[in-house]
């Protein structure tokens, strides 16, 4: 999130990462990045160690999912999958810890950069169909989290719902209202095709897989490259992280190591990002907002979705 948190001050986040990762720990800065969770660097002698996260709880994560993503990332690391940066165990041997209603963890600090999303050149796409095709060739463990719908049979019915009234909630309600109303009518089409392909998703083969593992997920260091962010770890269809890869404009790359996907699957889950996605901004912009960076970015995001054409088979 751009904005630091109202209910936990860099302070109490410092006091936090003492007692449960670097008992040297002396500093501790809010980073305006990412998107749904907070994020802080900790440093000990003016030197950067961890990057901790507060993931939120709710209708995406339970503690409990969270600790078995985290410790299936920790598992698949001591598989020799040298490109996973897990976690760092709390002082309690845990993944996790709980804080102010989420789940705070921190994996350490390496010095990199983070990419705009989308893979943009030859030596991305190879090194990144490299690691999945890696991650889905482990031994998953047998306590990961599996995947499951995101949004209900009955969303564009709900979401209907609640578009009767104003949302009189802040600068964005008005206008998030009445572009959802507009495009009520695709949002049940989609969705009744996503839950079709779910059903077939029951028959494919299930592996480890990450989520998100676009550029934004990927730290890149003077010496390696790192998938991030290991909170979206699924045992579900590989097709879920392929979109990076379909995205990149050039169709199926078969010469880098993976073969082709199922369509069905990957419109499956090109359709599950764009419906979670309304859902989660539809239930920010209901709610009060006071017109942040964050809710810049929401609103844009949320209509971006709307009004994206529907996904097709690279040619």
Known sequence: ?????????????LGLARRLWAPDADH???????????HWRVEAGGRPILFATLDALGSRHTHDTLERAYAGAVALAGQ????????VPT??????????????????????????????????????????????GAVPPDFLPQWAPLVPPDFADTLATTLSDPWETGPYGERARATLAEHLGEIGRWTASYHRLAELATRRPWVATHGEPHTRNQLRTATATYLVDW???????????????????????????IDA?????????????????????????????????????AIEGLVGELQRPDWRVPA
Do not use: C, N
């Open 261 to 297: 996907p199922s369509w069905e699957m990957a419109e499956l889950f090109d359709l599950e990002w764009r419906l979670d996605e309304i859902k989660q901004y539809a239930e920010w912009f209901r709610a009060p907002h006071t017109g942040t960076e964050s809710d810049r970015v």
């Open 1 to 13: 999130m751009r904005e630091p948190p109202t209910h936990v001050s860099d302070a109490e986040l």
């Open 91 to 136: 002082s309690e041997g845990r993944l996790t810890a709980p804080v102010a209603g989420g789940a705070l963890s921190a994996a350490p600090w390496y010095d990199g950069t983070t990419g705009d999303g989308p893979l943009t050149t030859p030596d991305e796409i190879a090194e990144s169909a490299g690691f999945l095709a890696r991650l889905h």
């Open 80 to 87: 020799g999958l040298e490109f996973v940066l897990a976690s």
């Open 231 to 257: 909170e979206s770890l699924r045992l579900a269809p590989r097709e879920r992280d392929f979109a990076a890869l379909l995205d990149t404009g050039l169709g199926w790359l078969p010469d880098y190591g």
């Open 28 to 38: 501790a800065e809010h980073l305006p990045v990412g998107f749904g969770a907070h």
